[in-house]
């Protein structure tokens, strides 16, 4: 996602860099500069200063001969403005020739300076049109600087002055440029920012629904295969069967919905959120894969560890150790699996170790799903992930997240 160009559109980036809405219209903003020009340049059109007057000291106004044909040059690179949002190079350059014809026309009275070219060479220059300003204003000041030297009653006093303003007005452009430019990338990196945190609860939800699917769909079908076996032979091992299926279903649903509950965005509490799994319920896990017909030997150390540890922790050991078990499962064909959660004085530790053969190479060199995502869930958390066969036969995973720097204290 990225910002529309500076100045385009009818946009002001300094309003969303301050991140206030302006008081007034886009149309309000550019009618300004139009106003405050022909309040100050229409009266010099008129008017001429003559030099003292009767009085001394007094200095004397009268009306320009020239006065319509200076009106005109007058109002018209005044309401060039207008369009100076569209095509900012154009229009600096128009008001520059302009401000040169006035310049030429009457360079013995000097009036107000001309301010719509002001106006015209710094919006020029927020809005992207840097050499079409800059071309227009040394235009402007070579054109003076000839008039002091071919003109004799041009007064040097104006070159002085239209340099200084020359320069100034340059660099009261180039200032709103530079700004202009820090809101967009102000923007920019907050868009990216929004973004990576989008694609961040992405990931993290289909990781959620790829633990609890992987799991629970995996204990219902080994479930509805025992079932299909034992229906006729064995009744109520069947129905066992079947109450299982009913279990793991069920426990499925509600963690689905909890994790799809945040994509709610009506804010609506019809949606039931189930708690996110913690280490207490190890044992109700444990149990559910002994039922499909795999030993597994829980180990604590120490019991507390179930309520001591910090939530986002157990989550995340809580989701390695049933993707382990889920694994072991469907592909190790094992018969004793040993699951040690366990702290020491810097890390949390969850170790699981299945007697059964080793699984794919493809997840052993950790392209496999169920393996990415426990190694994402450990790094998230400044941990580490270990996965792989075990000398003897079998396979070990072996997670250890960090433990916070106030418990290690």
Not at 4 to 30: H, I, K, N, T, Y
Not at 307 to 329: G, K
Request: proline share 7%.
């Amino acid at each position: 996602m990225t910002a529309p160009p500076l100045g385009a559109g009818g946009s002001d980036d300094a309003w969303e860099l301050a991140g206030a809405r302006p008081r007034s219209s886009p149309r309000a903003r550019l009618r300004l500069p139009v106003a405050i020009s022909l309040l100050i340049q229409v009266p010099g059109a008129l008017f001429g200063w003559r030099g003292p007057g009767p009085r001394a000291g007094s200095p004397s106004f009268a009306l320009s001969a020239d006065w319509p044909l200076a009106l005109v040059i007058t109002v018209v690179a005044c309401l060039a403005l207008l369009a100076a949002r569209r095509w900012p190079g154009p229009v600096v350059a128009f008001v520059t020739a302009a401000a040169i014809a006035d310049l030429l026309l009457r360079p013995e009275m000097p009036g107000p300076p001309f301010v719509a070219l002001a106006f015209a060479i710094v919006g020029a220059i927020a809005r992207n049109a840097r050499v079409w300003a800059w071309v227009s204003a040394g235009v402007m000041w070579v054109t003076v600087l000839l008039a002091s030297l071919a003109l004799v009653d041009f007064a040097p006093s104006r070159v002085a002055f239209s340099t200084l303003g020359v320069l100034a007005v340059l660099g009261i452009g180039e200032a709103v440029r530079a700004r202009r430019e820090r809101a967009a990338a102000y923007r920019r990196a907050l868009a990216q920012r929004r973004q990576t945190a989008a694609e961040a609860e992405r990931v993290r939800i289909a990781r959620e629904l790829h633990d609890v699917l992987a799991h629970s769909l995996s204990s219902i079908n080994v479930q509805a295969g025992v079932g299909l076996h034992l229906i006729e032979r064995d009744p109520a091992a069947g129905a066992a069967a079947l109450a299982e299926i009913k279990a793991a279903s069920r426990v499925a649903l509600d963690e689905v919905r909890s994790v799809l509950g945040v994509l709610r965005s009506d804010g609506a509490p019809g949606s039931p959120l189930a708690p996110e799994p913690e280490l207490s319920q190890l044992e109700r896990l444990a149990a559910s894969v002994t039922g499909q017909g795999v030993l597994v030997e829980l180990e604590l150390h120490p019991e507390s560890i179930t309520h001591d540890a910090p939530r986002p922790i157990q989550l995340a050991l809580y989701r390695i150790v049933q993707e382990s078990l889920t694994n072991v499962v469907r592909h190790a064909q094992a018969n004793h699996v040993t699951v040690s959660v366990r702290a020491d004085a810097t890390h949390y530790i969850a170790e699981i170790v299945d007697d059964g053969a080793a699984t794919s190479a493809d997840d052993t060199a950790g392209g496999g799903r169920g393996l990415l995502g426990m190694r994402e869930r450990a790094t998230l958390l400044g941990g580490t992930l270990e996965a792989r066969p075990q000398p003897g036969g079998g396979f070990r995973v072996c997670a250890r997240i960090p433990r916070p720097e106030e418990e290690q204290s």
